[in-house]
């Protein structure tokens, strides 16, 4: 038995002991070709012990790429099941978001289909039955705390989107994890009608609660039950360095400007904070920050989170996933239970990256792009606007409806071949995924632009005046000069670019490693 | 006296007789530089007397350049009011859409500055002060049907965003339309609270009514009332040709389809239809089409509107304008005000855009770009990707919160320079107001590409074998058969471009006239 409960304890529902079995035992439920959804959010509350055994069959039989599957998972889980999936070549598609070399690879390279999209989107569109012929999905996997007497699925670290598949999934394998203890009361599920029924979401803090602390599931669906001892591989820890002080630094001067024009209250508006090393600074800014009582509303919490509750300055935390690292992390959050347990409150994506709760609490989002241009348009997916990296996440569910839309980069990321870095801020993105219409603040450690308001070529100057790297500011600012002086001339200038030019430095970069280009000249034979 | 009343009778607040006075008395308050908010949206509802009185007064003095004054409107008002000013240099800012040859003409050549966001997030962004520097706005000017005995404000033909100039204007000078009809009754205004407060709108159905029928108003704000009998100059009636009939054959054969797979109830979903000649074949095709008991949720209806209410078929319309032709579309419907008046309702542009309940009653968004590219991206506003034409509009916040989210456009448009026209199915979309996560079908009338659920290279092949027009399928094809060889190969191909190559059809069509190019070569020096 484990310290946390027996199996037993964790299967109220007494009828379903029939169907536990090893985890060796499922792999016969499985075809190739399946639609598959898992449990699980950015690397936390998703099936281990079953996907890792059918790896292991694929692995010892030699049955790579005879296995394949579709993927459907409300975003990135442990690579340790996704990535090494990859690997053996048993992914055909993947929805919506992933992390891993080798699931990298597959994507960039065309073997694995996958496809990217606003969270919340993903969720309720996977209840509509979009993305697989028939609609449905054949085999869902679940990681569970426990089974109530009612047959209602505890969950474990995330929601993700299993509301979404209970209502698609034909059958069910359920992993009940008695590895660590059981999360039951911090869900809060929302089974959510699809439209013309669906019914308001009425969240009107952070700490609401509207739903059921189980998910209703059909026993008869369930196909498998197996017990799983695997704790989440939460990321490492992302150290803070200068320039992510520097941008963290400049946020919190801001938030104080607008709570002094009082235009945020003293204590903020719900924050969103993505994920990463300036995410941490920021989250570390405000640990040590004037502002109280404060509250989150996003879609995962990470380490940093318990510093700030630490700090006394946060009050409460709405998220889809509790996704701490495996060290020191989780067992800091188990052995501190009754201190987080009770000011915590995980909810489905569906809910979490919902725009109405997200919009009317007036969120503040705040998220690192690859890169934007200078008239606010950011690309967060695709590096020199072809490569996946991991996918679109909810940056765009959190920056359309915040109530300050906020992404936050280094001016100059480093490069192998310029030791001044590449420029984060680029004439043109190559790839957008948020418009100018989506971004209100855009800032870099050089310093802050509060575009709001402002007319695309002010927008412009503004991000060249505040945000450009000095190496590439006098680059960036000939390019609008001469863009402007062209496009206004013919009377097209609105919003001016130059097609012949605007990627001259990504070009640049790919022939002669430096996006610092010597001039703006160029010379194009159309071959016509 | 007007036919439809006296002033003095649309006055219920007897106190506010005092302030009338004559158009050209208000001159007096307009001083250069000032903030001003109008009501009015998409030429419905918008004040006449109080500007064209001013435009009369800067004409006739020689005051062109000399009184300049920024604009917020909920989006674009009548030629004879924005476009006149823009005529005589009266505009320095202009947000967020406009309509009108000389406004357009200023904005490319760089005289006004416009900007332009999704509609929902300008109204709610003027509401929280983020567009002056002081927050406010100097002076606001609404057309109002009447004012009630607590002086509340009874909107006309539109509610933009009067409710959010109630919150930030200074002063209010209102334009009694005694011309027409009192809309008394048809609005259904919410005085939003801004976060933290903000409550549910508990909007469950389009003809839900969750508000009050008069805006409340301070009357101290009041400066001055003038009487106004000019009519809304509505949009002349598009008519449909061929390929708009073709497209929206399409959208009924798809949404008979989505009916039959149980994956749309029988009476569809509440429609919202943009503007123009696809959006009136699509009303048209509904019209005579199977499907009953249709309602719309929409932010603007047209002269087609009133075409479906007549077939039986359409239960009701939610709308934020009622923009009629001025013949025959008024005088029809104020002749059948009975038969019309109660299956409309009228909400203000933070409601009728608001994502909240678009996406709770899941609409069926369609929308007419300027172009779209092969991983549908598609461009609604920058003609060649720098020229600005009227603005995003709501598009946006339809598209990205719709049920099924459509674009529509005919897969070539006249050029003057090519007998086959310019394709509006490219390679790259020079310009971005919605993405690849936004759209889910795509429409031309060479055929409908379903998206959903497919990666970019499946849905770029499906976009070519569907949208594209055969003179210009084996270019694109040929792009997109170069870029996936060159970006797999190198690893980095999940969404492929050649960012060389990729805007090769739009820079033959400025320098030889055509965007059917011969071939994708093309010669390349950086001057470096």
């Known amino acids: 038995m484990s310290e946390f409960g027996t199996l037993e304890s964790r299967i109220r529902r007494k009828s379903l002991m029939k169907k536990v079995m090893k985890a060796e035992e499922t792999i016969q439920f499985f075809k190739s070709g399946m639609n598959l959804g898992w449990s699980g959010f950015t690397p936390a509350g998703y099936p281990k012990a079953v996907p890792i055994a059918l790896a292991d069959h694929v692995e010892k039989n030699n049955l790579q790429g005879k296995m394949k599957f579709n993927l459907f998972i409300g975003a990135s889980v442990g690579a340790e099941t996704e990535n090494r999936w990859a690997q053996l070549d048993m992914i055909d598609r ?73 209502m698609v999934a034909d059958r069910i394998i359920l992993e009940v994890n008695t590895g660590q203890p059981s999360f039951e009361g911090m869900h809060d599920i929302v089974m959510s009608q699809n439209p013309p029924n669906r019914q308001p979401y009425l969240i009107t803090k952070a700490s609401s609660r509207i739903g059921t602390t189980s998910v209703p599931c059909d026993p008869d669906k369930i196909i498998a039950i197996v017990e799983s001892k695997r704790r989440d591989k939460g990321r490492a820890f992302t150290d803070m360095d200068d320039t992510s002080e520097a941008i963290a630094a400049h946020i919190i001067d801001f938030f104080s400007n607008e709570v002094a024009k009082g235009r945020l209250p003293k204590n903020l508006l719900p924050l969103q904070s993505g994920v990463g090393s300036i995410a941490n600074a920021v989250v570390g800014g405000l640990a040590k920050g004037p502002f109280k009582n404060l509250t989150v509303y996003t879609e995962v919490l990470q380490d940093t989170m318990l510093d700030l509750f630490d700090s006394g300055k946060l009050d409460f935390a709405s998220s889809c996933s509790l996704s701490l690292s495996e060290s020191p992390g989780f067992p800091r959050f188990f052995d501190n239970w009754e201190k987080y347990a009770d000011k915590i409150v995980l909810r489905p ?34 590096v020199g606007g072809t490569r996946m990296i991991n996918g679109l996440g909810g940056s765009g569910d959190f920056l359309r409806n915040g109530f300050l839309k906020i992404m936050h980069s280094p001016s100059t990321r480093p490069s192998k071949t310029d030791p001044i870095g590449i420029t984060c801020v680029v004439p043109k993105a190559p790839h957008i995924d948020h418009t100018e219409h989506d971004l209100d603040v855009l800032v870099t450690e050089q310093g802050l632009a509060d575009l709001r308001g402002l007319a695309p070529k002010d927008r412009a100057q503004m991000m060249i005046d505040k945000c450009v790297h000095p190496e590439y500011k006098p680059i960036i600012q000939e390019y609008f000069d001469m863009a402007k002086k062209e496009c206004l001339a013919k009377g097209i200038g609105h919003e001016p670019q130059l097609f012949d030019r605007c990627f001259k430095m990504q070009q640049n970069l790919a022939k002669n490693g430096t996006m610092r280009i010597k001039n703006w000249d160029i010379k194009i034979d159309l071959c016509e």
């Not at 990217?116 to 569109?125: E, M």
């Not at 809910?351 to 998220?367: K, Q, T, V, Y």
Request: glycine share 10%; hydrophobic share 35%; net charge negative.
């Open 94 to 166: 993947r929805w919506p978001y992933q992390t891993g070399k080798d699931i990298s690879k597959g994507i960039n390279e065309g073997r694995i289909r996958m496809g990217d999209k606003h969270l919340s989107l993903f969720a309720q569109d996977l209840g509509y039955g979009f993305y697989t012929e028939n609609g449905r999905i054949d085999l869902a996997i679940i990681e569970v705390s426990a089974i109530t007497e009612d047959c209602g699925l505890v969950l474990t670290s995330s929601c993700g989107v299993v509301p979404e598949l209970m």
């Open 349 to 382: 994506l569906s809910i979490s990256n919902a725009p109405e709760p997200i919009r009317r609490l007036g969120c503040i989002a705040m998220n690192t792009p690859v890169e934007f241009d200078i008239y606010a348009h950011a690309n967060s997916t695709l």
